[in-house]
């Protein structure tokens, strides 16, 4: 059935109990009968019509995505329209190896075709695909592929919570945050009135007391 012209229109005429239609748009709900003739009568002669069958096509898969800016927890990515869809599933994958396989996992679900993706952890490798779904006139949701992905490194995030815990006349004790992800910190001082910083101190991220530093 065609609804912008708003008739029944012949696609097929086999002569087997099934067929392809060809020839259809992307995301887009059709209905569809069928009926059988004999043309062996001196004119054709055709049977009923059978009840309507609902049914519903893919969309288009995605062909670009790209990561239009990022920090060290948030990412916006942005990819193109796809015609007649419903809306888009984005998923995600992290790494800490880009070389390494990426698990995919459902997060959110858009009908535009930006998004500002965050609470991204620092220091990883994130993959982001993009899946377009449309809803038929049947009630049954159908996606496209995603086609190409895009991979963006978040980068290491300022150290916080940094303080003095204990000092004495020689020593000063620090702690922050710990951050995932990083092979370490570099420790940095200076006096008052110097305007360049020392490295003091160089600490692996697997050490769980807080550093000493000699004055």
Do not use: H
């Not at 054709?44 to 062909?63: D, L, R």
């Not at 060290?72 to 869809?85: D, E, G, H």
């Not at 004790?173 to 101190?201: D, E, M, P």
Request: aromatic share 12%; hydrophobic share 30%.
């Amino acid at each position: 059935y065609n609804k912008d012209k708003k008739k029944w229109e012949r696609k097929k005429t086999v002569k087997t109990n099934s067929a392809t239609i060809t020839g259809l748009s992307s995301a887009t709900s059709y209905d569809v009968k069928i009926r059988a003739y004999n043309s062996k009568d001196p004119k054709t002669v055709y049977g009923e019509f059978s009840s309507v069958a609902v049914m519903a096509t893919k969309p288009e898969k995605i062909k670009s995505v790209e990561v239009t800016a990022y920090t060290s927890s948030t990412a916006s990515i942005k990819w193109n329209k796809v015609p007649r869809v419903t809306g888009y599933y984005i998923y995600i994958g992290k790494t800490e190896n880009s070389k390494a396989s990426i698990k995919y996992e459902k997060k959110y679900f858009t009908k535009n075709t930006s998004y500002k993706i965050e609470g991204l952890d620092s220091c990883r490798y994130y993959s982001f695909r993009i899946l377009p779904q449309y809803k038929g006139a049947d009630s049954k949701n159908y996606y496209g592929e995603s086609g190409r992905s895009a991979l963006v490194f978040t980068p290491i995030a300022k150290v916080s919570s940094f303080k003095i815990t204990e000092t004495t006349n020689k020593t000063a004790t620090v702690t922050w945050k710990a951050q995932s992800g990083v092979t370490g910190y570099y420790l940095y001082s200076r006096k008052k009135g110097i305007s360049s910083a020392t490295l003091v101190a160089t600490v692996p991220a697997s050490a769980i007391t807080s550093p000493v530093l000699g004055l």
